[in-house]
């Protein structure tokens, strides 16, 4: 089945230990997203590749980056995680054409910074 | 920017219960979404209704444009339904999903 995949589904990292988070697609669509999602809040817009150009989200921390080396993966890369970067990192993917827009997500990675 | 309001924000039913979830949007949005967000955290898609009205199963969703609200029907409530709904609405072309603050759903047996 075609899906969004994210590893690991669970990452620990220490406090300023640099830290990547990976998601790859088999849906060969052209836009891929990522979110923030804090405990009991909804999740936030960090940046999203369409194609090849990027394009961050105004209040994405500069901690935050990505890179999308090819149409199946991208990755978020925190360079110093702090304690209240500890959240749920969403993917998610869209083909932007046409009128259909609809987002499909993949299972998320959950971030503990000690 | 736009705003995306959910109610209620929490909601406790008994089994077997039905239920109707609300989402109102404050301009003309290209999507809008539902989801379920499970126990362990992963976004299931329920329905993509940027206008009209589905099905699927015991689930129904209705999007009406023109006055900006969308409603989620639950009918026969089971246990594995509670979780938390979020709508979440997009308006340009970029696609970036904003998303409401959801509606917590327990269902009792």
């Known amino acids: 089945d075609a899906m969004v995949i994210q590893n690991p589904r669970y990452q620990v990292t220490q406090f300023g230990k640099p830290v990547t988070l990976s998601c790859s697609q088999t849906?060969?669509?052209?836009?891929m997203y990522w979110y923030q999602q804090k405990s009991s809040q909804a999740p936030k817009l960090l940046f999203h590749y369409y194609d090849k150009d990027f394009n961050n989200e105004a209040d994405t921390p500069d901690n935050f980056q990505s890179r999308r080396p090819n149409t199946s993966f991208c990755f978020l890369d925190i360079r110093s995680p702090g304690l209240g970067d500890a959240a749920m990192y969403l993917c998610?993917?869209?083909?932007?054409?046409?009128?259909?827009?609809?987002?499909?997500f993949g299972p998320g990675t959950r971030l503990t910074v000690l | 920017g736009i705003q995306v309001e959910q109610s209620p924000p929490d909601l406790i039913l008994q089994e077997g219960a039905n239920s109707t979830l609300r989402c109102n949007f404050s301009d003309s949005v290209n999507n809008l979404q539902w989801f379920h967000q499970n126990p362990w955290g992963q976004l299931i898609n329920l329905f993509y209704?940027?206008?009209g009205t589905k099905q699927n199963g015991r689930l129904s969703a209705t999007t009406v444009a023109t006055e900006r609200y969308s409603l989620l029907y639950i009918s026969s409530s089971q246990t594995t339904d509670s979780g938390v709904y979020f709508c979440?609405?997009?308006?340009?072309?970029?696609?970036?999903?904003?998303f409401g603050q959801g509606t917590e759903l327990s269902v009792k047996p």
């Open positions: 849906l060969n669509h052209n836009v």
């Open positions: 209704i940027p206008s």
């Open positions: 998610a993917t869209r083909q932007r054409e046409g009128s259909y827009n609809e987002q499909f």
């Open positions: 979440a609405v997009a308006y340009n072309q970029g696609g970036k999903l904003i």
